[in-house]
């Protein structure tokens, strides 16, 4: 496992310099696997980083639809999805063009898919969230996060 940077106790409002320092290390066009227990953050980070990224307030949830686009992003969520064949229905090459950015929550469980449907030029990467123990002073609680290069 090859970690290039971890982040401890980051907070909400930790995202914006957050993102900043994780555009350092990420080489794009870039697909980014978002791992975590459901409600960690990695949608409110993908809200985060397409705000600052697009300069715009226009942000979107999967909740609806398995793939979106804003500006040079992709935000996939494929929690929904029953088997890795549907990856091939997802028409993933068809949404990366001229992209820089492919956000892909609960792609870990498809990774091989993954990495044969998404263009060549695509670096892999991973973040790992994780929530810290919330330590009952009314102050929601912090997570973990841990950047990963993948093969």
Known sequence: MNVLREWKKVYESDLESLIYELKEFVTTPAAIILSGEVGVGKTTFTKAFI????????T???TY?????????VHADLYRLNDE????????????????????????AYINQLYREVPREFSFYE?????????????PPSRNLRLIKLP
């Open 127 to 139: 973040i790992l969230f994780e929530a810290n123990p919330d330590r009952g002073d009314g102050n």
């Open 85 to 108: 064949e549907e990856i091939l229905h997802l028409e993933i090459p068809m949404y990366l063009e001229d992209k820089e950015y492919f956000f892909v929550e609960w792609g870990k």
């Open 60 to 62: 979107f949830s999967p």
């Open 65 to 73: 639809s398995v793939i979106n686009e804003v500006g040079d992003s």
């Open 51 to 58: 705000k600052q990224n697009e300069h715009s307030s226009e």
